[in-house]
């Protein structure tokens, strides 16, 4: 299993950013897919979740009406969303799925 996420980088506050996880070495399309996120100094935490077939999300707190997560099984990819970025949404964002981490990507939002 291998996961390589790309898309982040430096954002000015209520700015937008588009995360991509491209994943191989599974059957992508059978399984829920998740980005979690680690700020420095603090834990990591799950942003937002997706099922299988993209019906089903779920999203932290922290992040509902400003983030969207979805897929294309064709591709092997899942995206995050994010507008109207905070200062505290700046963290290394990380795709996961079957206990695998990708090497993550670092968002920075700064004015």
């Known amino acids: 299993v291998q996961l390589v996420e790309s898309g982040g980088g430096l954002v000015q506050p209520g700015g937008s950013l588009r995360l991509s996880c491209t994943a191989s070495g599974f059957t992508f399309s059978s399984y829920a897919m998740s980005w979690y996120r680690q700020a420095p100094g603090k834990e990591r935490e799950l942003v937002a979740t997706?099922?299988?077939?993209?019906?089903?999300?779920d999203y932290a707190d922290s992040v509902k009406g400003r983030f969207t997560i979805s897929r294309d099984n064709d591709k092997n990819t899942v995206y995050l969303q994010m507008n109207s970025l905070k200062f505290e949404d700046t963290a290394v964002y990380y795709c996961?799925?079957?206990?695998?981490w990708g090497q993550g990507t670092q968002v920075t939002v700064s004015s």
């Open positions: 996961n799925v079957l206990g695998v």
């Open positions: 997706i099922s299988s077939v993209g019906g089903i999300t």
